[in-house]
Structure formats: C-alpha cells, structure tokens
C-alpha cells in the first residue's frame, strides 16, 4: 500500500507524511556485513534476522505480477528499503 501511494507522488493524499518521512535509517535492514562484526553478538543476530527479512520481502515484491507496483520501484532497493 505505502509503495502504491509513494508512486501517486503529489496525487497521494499521503504524500505529505511520506515527504516528512526520514530517508536514512540505521538499523540491520541498512547495515551492511562488516557492520554486523561490530555488534556484540545478540545485537548481530538480531541485525542480520532484520536484514533478511527485507532481502525476502524485496525478493517476494519482485516476483509480484501486474501493474499494481512499477518494476522501476520494485528493483529501487533503497525505495524499497525506505
């Protein structure tokens, strides 16, 4: 739904809250795998499991047919991501 809305761009009516919204986060779906030898090992583990939860909801959303969502923003890991 969220990626629906950010493709209406100014047709949205969400789009001022999604405009707000930060762009950058750092949390274990952004960090990369020499970030995750910096943690103590709990904070890792729990880092790596939020990274591959995204790499499998990235990897479901571009097996998803139909013209609901583009292909550009399907393959835009860091919308994806976002």
Known sequence: KI???YEKGTQSPYYP?????????????????A?????PPYAAWL???ERTTYKNFHRVLLT???????????????????
């Open 64 to 82: 998803i047919g139909g013209d609901m969502i583009s292909k550009k923003t399907k393959a835009s890991k860091m919308i994806v991501l976002w």
């Open 35 to 39: 970030c995750f030898d910096t943690l």
């Open 17 to 33: 809250w999604l405009e707000s919204l930060p762009r950058r986060f750092n949390n274990g779906s952004s960090m990369s795998y």
């Open 47 to 49: 880092s790596s499991n």
């Open 3 to 5: 990626l629906v809305e």
